[in-house]
């Protein structure tokens, strides 16, 4: 099955304690990002992946970090979290080139920053 | 900069019932629209994808319309059944590979 996995789904964490959020996906797609979604803001997009190595900012990249070493994996990375980094966050990832670019989402990870 | 907007913000209908959900983007210059459907604790679900030179797409009882010239786009659902009840999101690609800029979303409440 075509999918797009986060892990963990759900974060209760510390101001100042980095962590890691996995994202992964199985459709041997080139284009990665990671979105974050706020009431009243929508979802705006943090960093996006056009492939291996290839990493670049999007609206809102302050506070994280992202690597991509491989294709299918595209980490997001708080090393230092602070309480205005609550919220739910979206991998998604798509075929670049193809026909119609239909954007996959992973099923979210909610973060509570304490 | 791109700017979507989703009217209504919220609706409740009675089952059965035809509905058009309205999405307005403020820059014409798009490579594809996309709706969305967002279903509280799950991720978002991709329904119909419009490309730019394109004036409508159909899946089952959706069908959703791309006025670029515009900058609208409405996503039509017939026959309402409660399992539509979800968000819907609208968002808007302007190249290649660029950002998705999405809409706050309409969220539908059909009831039975």
């Known amino acids: 099955e075509a999918q797009v996995t986060q892990n963990p789904r759900y974060l209760i964490t510390v101001t100042g304690k980095k962590l890691t959020v996995t994202c992964s996906q199985n459709?041997?797609?080139?284009?990665m990002s990671w979105y974050r979604q706020d009431p009243g803001l929508g979802l705006r997009q943090i960093y996006y992946s056009m492939n291996v190595e290839v990493t670049d900012k999007g609206d809102v990249p302050e506070g994280y970090k992202v690597s991509r070493k491989e294709k299918r994996n595209f980490p997001l990375i708080l090393e230092s979290p602070s309480p205005n980094q609550t919220s739910l966050y979206f991998c998604?990832?798509?075929?670049?080139?193809?026909?119609?670019?239909?954007?996959?989402f992973g099923p979210g990870t909610r973060l509570l920053v304490l | 900069k791109q700017e979507v907007t989703q009217i209504p913000a919220a609706l409740s209908v009675p089952e059965g019932e035809n509905l058009v959900l309205n999405c307005s983007f403020t820059d014409s210059a798009i490579y594809n629209l996309q709706w969305f459907r967002q279903d509280p604790g799950k991720g978002l679900t991709s329904l119909l994808l419009?490309?730019?030179?394109?004036r409508e797409q159909t899946s089952g009882r959706l069908n959703a319309s791309l006025d670029k010239s515009s900058g609208r786009s409405t996503l039509y659902i017939a026959a309402s059944q409660p399992g539509d009840s979800a968000t819907y999101l609208c968002?808007?690609?302007?190249?290649?590979?660029?950002?998705?800029?999405f809409g706050e979303g309409t969220q539908l409440t059909v009831n039975p």
């Open positions: 459709m041997n797609h080139e284009y």
């Open positions: 968002a808007v690609s302007e190249t290649s590979g660029s950002r998705l800029t």
């Open positions: 998604a990832s798509t075929e670049l080139g193809s026909q119609q670019e239909t954007q996959y």
């Open positions: 419009i490309q730019s030179s394109q």
